[in-house]
Nanobody, 120 residues
Framework: QVQVLESGGGLAQPGGSLRLSCTASGSFFSIDAMAWYRQDPGKVRELVAR???????TYADSVKGRFTISRDNAKNTVSLRMTDLKPEDTAVYYC??????????????WGQGTQVTVSS
């Protein structure tokens, strides 16, 4: 079993910054890609940023230049540094980890989500 636990988030003013962190733990051979998604009520969950084990990154157009994703492979952690926050960044942010088990089968695991609210 794999557990994905997020931390960070909270309330920020427009133009402010927040940092999200996520750790994958449990029994697995390795963690492949890790990613952050976000979801507003009534909307589809959307990809915010993704990073592979080789540290190749992908960003949603709406966050390019403002958000930075990074990871520590040794600790199976991923972070999302969010700057120049906008009210439209308000959402529940979810961490996703693609874990490879000892049978070399990959599965996707989700955290419980953390609220980010951008408001003055």
């Amino acid at each position: 079993q794999v557990q994905v636990l997020e931390s960070g988030g909270g309330l920020a003013q427009p133009g402010g910054s927040l940092r999200l962190s996520c750790t994958a733990s449990g029994s697995f051979f390795s963690i492949d890609a890790m990613a952050w998604y976000r979801q507003d009520p009534g909307k589809v969950r959307e990809l915010v940023a993704r990073i592979t084990s080789g540290r190749n990154t992908t960003y949603a157009d709406s966050v390019k230049g403002r958000f930075t994703i990074s990871r520590d492979n040794a600790k199976n952690t991923v972070s999302l540094r969010m700057t120049d926050l906008k009210p439209e960044d308000t959402a529940v942010y979810y961490c996703n980890a693609a874990a490879i088990d000892y049978g070399y089968v990959g599965r996707s695991y989700w955290g419980q989500g953390t609220q980010v609210t951008v408001s003055s």
